[in-house]
Nanobody, 123 residues
Framework: QVQLVESGGGLVQAGGSLRLSCAASGRTFGTYGMAWFRQAPGKEREFVAGASGSGGSTSYADSVKDRFTISRDNAKNTVYLQMNSLKPEDTAVYYC????????????????WGQGTQVTVSS
């Protein structure tokens, strides 16, 4: 069982930055692929970024490439999402997720989810 707790969301102006954190329980954090998803009102939950267990492989949605960076610190059981050059369309609830099946943008492979943290970008 893995428990995930996100933090770091908030209100920011367009062009600003935020860093989200996701703290995980358990002693096998480094064996899980980790990802960030987001869900805007009235929209499907979508993949944002993912990182392999070691952090050596990462993947990004086209909409956030070159603006967002996913990283992880396995010694602290934490995964981060650094978000720069934020846009109003980045407004959403951001969720952290974990899977034992590598990394992918497919939502259904992620078994464990956090409760989400709200990110609001004003224009």
């Amino acid at each position: 069982q893995v428990q995930l707790v996100e933090s770091g969301g908030g209100l920011v102006q367009a062009g600003g930055s935020l860093r989200l954190s996701c703290a995980a329980s358990g002693r096998t954090f480094g064996t899980y692929g980790m990802a960030w998803f987001r869900q805007a009102p009235g929209k499907e939950r979508e993949f944002v970024a993912g990182a392999s267990g070691s952090g050596g492989s990462t993947s990004y949605a086209d909409s956030v490439k070159d603006r967002f960076t996913i990283s992880r610190d396995n010694a602290k059981n934490t995964v981060y999402l650094q978000m720069n050059s934020l846009k109003p369309e980045d407004t959403a609830v951001y969720y952290c997720a974990a899977t034992s099946l590598g990394i992918a943008s497919i939502r259904r492979i992620y078994k464990y989810w956090g409760q989400g943290t709200q990110v609001t970008v004003s224009s």
